[in-house]
């Protein structure tokens, strides 16, 4: 990704974010007891995909508000979220505090994270919404791969490229499944009907990008399962993707 590029979704997304968080979740101590009464609803997408949890250091990619280390803290794994938004981290340390828990927290630039003092992690974890803001996806998974100790795992649960490039409504931006331009798009809102919080520029990648880069990168791919789309049920919304770190 270019600097500047990065620099601007990192300033769109610290625009209002943790009050963005508060408006569609509710306050960090109200969502905590939603997140402590079932930490495994929280992961119900990921969980069949993680192996074991407990006692795992395992890394929230771009975790965002940090409901997703919470809950695996709250199963006992050693949780660490790397996101370059400060807003996020304000919501995701008070959500652990709440919930009674522990996570780690790093503001960086993800592409930038072999300059942390990490240990390896037994499970790398990429939620809905990772890959779009990457313009070279193999760089990316060379990076994943540095984080990640020898055996481990990636997990990706990720929107689908045919939802996103043929369907999504993304204003001018071609509906072309093969198109390898930047799309800029409003900063995802979770508030339904919420304001626009911004504008970022998403790269979105076909599903064979992904695996190439990801096999280019020295991952071995063990599964890989598409799901259908929430809203249109005829075709893929999302996929998940797990590999394994030689």
């Not at 997703?68 to 008070?94: K, P």
């Not at 592409?111 to 942390?116: D, K, N, R, S």
């Not at 490039?165 to 809102?189: C, E, Q």
């Not at 020295?218 to 893929?236: K, M, Q, S, V, Y």
Request: net charge negative.
């Amino acid at each position: 990704m270019s600097t500047d590029i990065r620099d601007a979704n990192r300033e769109a997304w610290n625009v209002g974010r943790y009050e963005t968080w508060v408006r569609a979740m509710g306050d960090p101590t109200a969502e905590a007891v939603r997140v402590v009464g079932d930490p495994k609803h929280v992961l119900r997408r990921l969980l069949a995909h993680l192996g074991e949890v407990a006692d795992r250091r395992i890394c929230s990619v771009q975790g965002s508000h940090g409901r997703i280390a919470v809950a695996l803290a709250l199963l006992g794994a050693e949780a660490t979220v790397i996101d370059f938004a400060e807003e996020n981290r304000r919501y995701a340390l008070a959500l652990a505090e709440a919930a009674g828990v522990h996570i780690r927290y790093e503001i960086a630039d993800v592409m930038e994270a072999g300059a942390l003092d990490l240990p390896p992690f037994h499970t790398l974890l990429l939620e809905l919404g990772v890959l779009h803001y990457h313009q070279d996806l193999v760089a990316f998974f060379r990076v994943m791969a540095s984080l990640c100790s020898p055996g481990g795992r990636l997990v990706l649960n990720e929107f689908h490229p045919v939802e996103r490039k043929l369907f999504h409504d993304f204003g001018d931006a071609p509906r072309d499944y093969f198109s390898t331009g930047l799309v800029v798009g409003d900063v995802p809102n979770p508030v339904i009907g919420g304001a626009s919080l911004g504008t970022c520029a998403y790269r979105f990648w076909t599903l064979a990008e992904v695996v190439s880069a990801l096999l280019g990168a020295g991952f071995r791919l063990t599964a890989l399962d598409e799901h259908p789309d929430w809203t249109n049920p005829a075709i893929p919304g999302t996929y998940t993707l797990v590999a394994a770190h030689s």
